[in-house]
């Protein structure tokens, strides 16, 4: 039989059995546990942020981030086009409208140089998402909100582990959040979280996330809150997951350098970068293909799915989608409608050996 190649696979090959095992055993499964606790004291240790708040899944972390802003009716909240469509949906949730930004041709990232024209009277923020596991150059976006007294919410849903100047990901801006879905570089299989440094925010986050009620005073909620909570069977997961955190934020940049290695002397296609500036942990390896049409990229993944390899064409712009392309000048964003059309990502786990990669590079090359 053809051997077939996921785009992405969760590897749980540490306690994770064991701590939700335990979760069972004592009965434990709901939101309150001891694995909640420690997952979120040792994800604050790790990301060396003050806080670090689980939630259900990494929409709902971004969902609370700007809700504890104070993101509200009409209040605009500047991003990127080019990212997954949960970073736009959260701040429709909370009445606000998100203003798109062009990418950069290198780091697939923000243009930060595109944001301040799109600075208004409106504007109470922006969301910097470190795409693919790159991050974003925070420096000249905390200059623009110092500037101008704006929020910044770092979406680091792909990058767990990266780094900014020596910096984690995540730890920059007022407030970050990260997914922990299936294919996502450590998982709870669902869940989220969100990180800060900030008290308040916090105290805010775990107020909204738990229905809003009182800390003091049983069923009484002064504010309208959510029910966002991780359970600890999750959590569970997620301390497994996070004891060998570096192993698999490792196996994800070595499956990267294979691919640079059978694939960066092919001028016909176009790999992430690693600005000096940066540590990128590759969470989906993506290659544009330069000089192709949307509709060739299209066929070249579909002889890939025909060799047993699974791809999966880089996110739609933001700006192109139904519910947000109203009034947006589609010419507005060049780079990031090029880089949408022609890239396309591997299989990038960590369960990929050298030899799998070769094999997909070649395949891949031999059906541009
Ligand atoms: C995965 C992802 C999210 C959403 O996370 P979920 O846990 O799937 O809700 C948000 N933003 C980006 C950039 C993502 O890649």
């Known amino acids: 039989m053809k051997k077939y190649y996921p785009i992405a696979t969760p590897i749980l090959n540490g306690n994770e059995k064991k701590y939700v095992m335990d979760c069972l055993d004592s009965t434990w499964i709901s939101s309150n546990g001891s694995y909640l606790d420690r997952f979120e004291q040792q994800y604050a240790l790790f990301n060396n942020t003050k806080h670090a708040i689980a939630c259900s899944n990494g929409t709902t972390a971004l969902h609370l981030a700007l809700l504890a802003h104070g993101v509200g ?5 500047i991003m990127p086009t080019l990212t997954f469509v949960a970073t736009p949906n959260a701040v429709t949730y909370c009445g606000g409208i998100p203003v798109f930004v062009d990418s950069e041709p290198e780091t697939w990232n923000i243009d930060t140089s595109a944001i301040e024209n799109k600075i208004t009277a409106r504007t109470k923020g922006i969301i910097a998402v470190h795409l693919y596991g790159h991050p974003a150059n925070m420096d000249p976006i905390m200059e623009l909100a110092s500037k101008y007294g704006l929020f910044v919410i770092e979406d680091a849903a792909e990058a767990i582990g990266a780094q900014y100047k020596g910096r984690m990901a995540g730890s920059i801006g007022h407030t970050a959040t990260f997914s922990l879905f299936g294919n996502k570089i450590i998982t709870t299989g669902e869940g989220g979280l969100i990180t800060t440094n900030d008290d308040n925010i916090a105290d805010t986050i775990r107020l909204l996330r738990g229905q809003g009620i009182d800390k003091h005073k049983k069923y009484w909620h002064p504010v309208i809150g959510y029910n966002y909570r991780m359970t600890n069977v999750q959590a569970a997961i997620g301390c497994a997951q996070l004891e060998k955190v570096d192993w698999h934020i490792q196996q994800r940049i070595r499956v990267a350098m294979d691919y640079y290695h059978f694939l960066q002397d092919d001028d016909r296609l176009t790999l992430p970068v690693q600005k000096v500036w940066s540590k990128n942990v590759y969470w989906m390896l993506g290659v544009v293909l330069n000089q192709s049409t949307e509709q060739q990229r299209d066929a070249v993944m579909k002889r890939l799915k025909d060799n047993g390899i699974e791809t999966r064409p880089f996110f739609y712009p933001m700006h192109i989608l139904p519910p947000y392309s109203d ?32 094999f997909i590079s ?5 059906n541009l």
Not at 362 to 366: C, K, P, V
């Open 362 to 366: 070649e395949t891949l090359r031999n």
């Open 327 to 358: 009034k947006q000048i589609y010419t507005d964003f060049p780079v990031a409608n090029r880089i949408a059309a022609q890239g396309l990502n591997l299989p990038s786990h960590g369960e990929l050996s050298r030899e799998d990669v070769q």
């Open 73 to 77: 009716k009409d209040d605009e909240v």
